[in-house]
């Protein structure tokens, strides 16, 4: 026998699942018949295509027993794949997915927020010990002649000896605990299994003890029974008509470990040239691990409805990896190795379809609801937005779903509603990046299109530096970065001789004292209140870029100075003019340009010769 400690997170895990979940406990039952359900998959897969499995005698079942006199075992047997010992100690002792460490890293300590976050990943095994004092697990992995026992009181430590087990299969028996004993009974059992588990391919097997009564309510008789619980027929297969939104509901649940009903489905079935069907999930939260390099796909590959895989990145296009659910062809040969599916035209044909398909659905759910549509945005629009610069063939379905803010708008716009309010004569789309949506929308970039009445977009995304500058038009319209030199487009009216002539002498005082720190210096037709405001040169990359990029470690771009604009009819500006005294004008020159920089969110060179300018100024002021 071995002593093994449980990895740190597996207690953390373990302790967020009991203190947080107990109100929702009978889904232990759901993880751990899902569990039995997996490893029948990938067992049956491996008889399909491996000669060493061949001959294997696989009976694919699951049999749920328990000792319904003292109320004290509940055991969930299967005839899976099993666990090597290997197995054991990696999956039921650690965890192996950098995505959950992060996660569970991140929680704050509060049970309420935390509770709400733990639904978006699977508990899985471990929410066993909320029902349970001691969990064992009897398994033998196919192939192998030996078996192993694991077991645990959830208590920081676990124990693995050899067993016996007569066949392969994993045997997990739960020692039931106060909280447990409602689960050994044959009617609350069917009732959780019936509720998230029908669906499961393979049949489960209840056993219970029938009792006869006599005339009086008295025990008469008890036989042992065996009845199949589920109707275990693979749900996407049936035809929506029979299927109810509970069933879809649940069907999800036990597929994406999300306690959270879905924000909606589609489900189709393609017939002709390619036979196959699809059954597609967006959750209501984005997928914790959604940002993660290595986030799980949720989308699970079936051939003829035998599981194949539910690890194929592929399958889906990057974008929509926070897409649940199940593809299951009637054309692939069933010993398709999982290494030549990424190539393989079938399967291609099929994303592309499905992603068409999916898309579709979204352009329907923001027309017909709104509401619905909003909440699908608050969590999706990022990812969607990465689709533009990596799905070429739908970038024209793309924009049209894409949402932003605006300054004309409470909550989110599309590029087809802004460009219904564009005014009569306005040429271009603007919009403004640069940091967070607070600090943009206090732009003094936006002063003279708001006094204008020209609606800019707030694009306060990370994402948005790069993908926006790939939208270049939208329907005959360029879109323009109100931070561009060449934005002033449609404020140009506002130009006038006089203006810039009467402002020359302050430009060239400020352009003197500034020299190369700065690209130019001119006035400028955006601003009405504030003194200055600074735009980049068009074959620049923006300060947020360029900051984006030396992150990347790219050193690989040209150095981006910045353009300073004066407002001609500032007072500052106005009194500048006419001062003499050359180390006074260097100081506003400097702090006009610096205060511009630090509206746009851009760092200081120098923040320390900030600070003793304004305080030269601020000694001549009082
Ligand atoms: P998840 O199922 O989300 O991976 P679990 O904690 O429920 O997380 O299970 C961890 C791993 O333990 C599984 O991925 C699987 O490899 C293994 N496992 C659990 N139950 C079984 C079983 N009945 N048969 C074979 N392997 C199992």
Known sequence: MSKYQFQTEVNQLLHLIIHSLYSNKEIFLRELVSNSSDALDKLKYLTLVDDNFKSLEFNPRI????????????????????????????????????????????????????????????????????????????????????AHLWSSDGKGEFEIREAEREGQGTTVTLFLNEEGREFASRWRIEEVVKKYSDHIAFPIFLHYDKIEYDGKGKEKSRTPEVSQVNTASALWRRGKSELQEEDYREFYKTISHDTEDPLFHLHTRAEGTLEYTTLFFVPRRAPFDMYQVDYRPGVKLYIKRVFITDD????????????????????????????????????????????????????????????????????FNRPLKEGLYTDYENRETLLELIRFKSTKVEGFTSLEEYRSRMLPDQKAIYYITGGGEAALKKSPLLEAYAKKDIEVLIMGDEIDEIVVPAIGSYKDFELKGVNRSDAGEDLAADKDGDREKDAGPAVEKIRKALGDRVKDVRVSVRLSDSPSCIVTDESDPTFKMAAMLKAMGRTDFPETKPILEINPDHEIVRKLKNLEDESFIEDLSFLLLDQALLVEGVDLQDPSAFVKRINRIMAKAV
């Open 312 to 379: 194929d990145k592929e399958l889906m296009p990057t974008y929509l990896r926070f897409l649940r659910g199940i593809v299951d062809s009637e054309d692939l040969p069933l010993n398709v190795s999982r290494e030549i599916l990424q190539q393989n035209r079938i399967l291609l044909n099929i994303r592309k379809a499905s992603v068409k398909k999916i898309l579709g659905e979204f352009q329907r759910i923001a027309l017909e609801d709104r509401e619905k549509y909003d909440g699908f945005i608050a969590e």
């Open 63 to 146: 049999d749920i027993r328990f000792d319904e006199k003292n109320r004290s075992t509940l055991s969930v047997e299967d005839s899976g794949i099993g666990m090597s010992r290997e197995d054991l100690v990696d999956h039921l002792g650690t965890i192996a997915r950098s995505g959950t460490r992060i996660f569970l890293g991140n929680l704050s300590g509060d049970q309420r927020r935390d509770s709400n976050l733990i639904g978006r990943f699977g508990v899985g095994f471990y929410s066993s010990f909320m029902v349970a004092d001691r969990v064992e697990v009897l398994t033998r992995k196919a192939g192998e002649k030996k």
